[in-house]
């Protein structure tokens, strides 16, 4: 996610719609990023999505019709495994 370097108390970002298709290691520090929508993007599996619970304050989640979402059997499958590595998420779809 380049460009939100200038903007660490940031809450919400919508990038839905973006063919993002990887998630970089080191991501740039948002703190207080609380809802994180990455719906209709590439990311293609879970390694790339735990990334994203390096923010500390991420408690919402969207990557609905992402490769990584329709690799598996089912929706509770899914969640199951990201409830697992990410216990504090409130919204996940």
């Known amino acids: 996610m380049t460009g939100l370097d200038g903007v660490p108390s ?16 080191e991501l740039v520090p948002l703190e207080s990023l609380e809802y994180l929508n990455l719906r209709t993007n590439k990311i293609p599996d879970m390694e790339n999505l735990v990334r994203l619970f390096q923010y500390p304050a991420l408690v919402k989640l969207n990557v609905l019709n992402c490769p990584v979402e329709l690799g598996y059997s089912s929706m509770n499958m899914f969640i199951a495994e990201v409830l697992a590595k990410k216990t504090g998420i409130k919204r996940f779809c």
């Open 10 to 25: 940031l809450r919400i970002v919508n990038l839905r719609h973006n063919k993002i298709e990887k998630i970089d290691e």
